[in-house]
């Protein structure tokens, strides 16, 4: 009986012992991933989760809403931008002698009249051909019909009474007899400085395309470099960037520009301008008018209003126009309608160091019974220069 309850228990230990050997065996196998299940329409996204390059989140203190700085809305955030450089003031060369100092500029366009005349007149015979050729040479250089007439019926008086003519007493010669005609008794200053009262009013007037304004900027200059203080009047208020390009011209000097509205009304620019001159104590008022066509009645008309504004105020001293050298014997056309709609008083001729003939000084002088103040000898800043007769002759015959 004890050897039979003996056998059961050893068959028992062993079947305990065969079953765990299988469990462990299976345990160890692994097992096939699950299938995946659906996904779920309804279901909201997935958070992101933090990649393998993220930072690892820091621990920070956080701030409550009161710790806070919040706008209060009561004054703009203002980005402070760097003051913007005033313009740089120049010192414009002086004017005593500047015309001299051109004057290898002036001659190398235009001596080719004083020495076709010098060479017609050192022929050996003066025949009728030979005086011809001379008021051909006179005419070709834009000098006029009577002007031209004049001068040669002195030169060949002179050339009578001489008898031998050596090349210095030609020259000698023709330069007085063109000085003359020149006319070297002319009033040729500018009038900037009125006795009784300041400041001086000065009118520029003239053609599209003639270099008005840039005359009346380098006008400025000069006046600056002789000591004045100027006022500048925009009043040309139909051309776009005019006023802008006179405003230049004065920042560059210390000139203030008065200006209106582009398509304003120029008379009242004009007006205002002046009254700043006034009531600044300046010297000088330069008014840059609209460079209308000669043929516009309309406009012409209107050229008379700006001064009769002006005259409201003060007196016009000056009316400078300004003709272009190169255009010869249209200038005076231009010249002479002007001249009938205000008083001009003194000619600025622009460009004389281009292919201008000098005889315009003389014909212009003849046309309007105004002198040639002004001369233009080049694109420089300072190349406006005071016409003087006898320095101008000098450049006509060369040394």
């Not at 008021?135 to 009578?160: M, S």
């Amino acid at each position: 009986m004890d050897i039979v309850i003996l056998a059961v228990v050893i068959a028992v230990v062993v079947l305990g012992a065969l079953g765990g050997l299988i469990v462990g065996s299976r345990r160890k196998k692994q097992l096939p991933p699950p299938p995946p299940a659906a996904p779920d329409i309804t279901a909201p996204p997935a958070e992101p989760h933090v990649g393998d390059e993220a930072e690892t989140p820091r621990e920070e203190p956080r701030r409550t809403i009161e710790e806070v700085d919040l706008p209060d809305g009561s004054a703009p955030v203002v980005v402070e931008e760097p003051p913007a450089e005033a313009p740089q003031i120049e010192i414009p060369e002086p004017t005593a002698g500047r015309l001299v100092r051109l004057r290898t500029r002036l001659s190398r366009s235009q001596n080719a009249l004083g020495k076709g005349l010098l060479t017609l007149l050192s022929r050996e015979h003066l025949d009728e051909d030979t005086w011809e050729e001379i008021e051909d040479t006179l005419l070709t250089a834009d000098v006029g019909v009577q002007p031209t007439q004049e001068l040669v019926e002195r030169l060949r008086e002179r050339v009578k009474v001489l008898g031998t003519r050596t090349p210095e007493e030609l020259r000698t010669l023709l330069r007085e007899e063109l000085v003359t005609l020149v006319g070297p008794d002319m009033d040729r200053v500018v009038k900037t400085e009125p006795e009784d009262r300041k400041p001086g009013i000065v009118m520029v007037v003239g053609v599209n395309g003639t270099g008005k304004t840039t005359t009346t900027g380098k006008l400025a200059r000069v006046l600056v470099a002789d000591g004045q203080s100027v006022v500048l009047g925009a009043a040309d208020t139909f051309r776009a960037a005019a006023a802008d390009q006179l405003q230049t011209w004065g920042e560059r000097v210390g000139a203030h520009t008065v200006r209106g509205p582009e398509g304003g009304d120029p008379a009242s620019v004009a007006f205002d301008a002046v009254k700043e001159g006034k009531e600044t104590g300046a010297n000088v008022v330069l008014i840059d008018t609209a460079g209308r066509l000669h043929t516009k009645t309309g406009l012409m008309d209107e050229l008379g209003k700006v001064k009769r504004v002006v005259e409201k105020q003060a007196p016009v001293d000056e009316v400078l126009l300004v003709l272009d050298a190169t255009t010869g014997q249209n200038g005076l056309v231009q010249a002479r309608v002007f001249s009938e709609v205000v008083d001009i008083t003194g000619i600025v001729l622009t460009k004389l160091d281009g292919t201008a003939k000098g005889g315009i000084v003389v014909a212009v002088q003849r046309e309007l019974g105004v002198p040639v103040k002004l001369v233009g000898l080049g694109e420089g800043a300072d190349d406006l220069a005071p016409f003087e007769p006898e320095a101008f002759v000098d450049a006509l015959i060369g040394e």
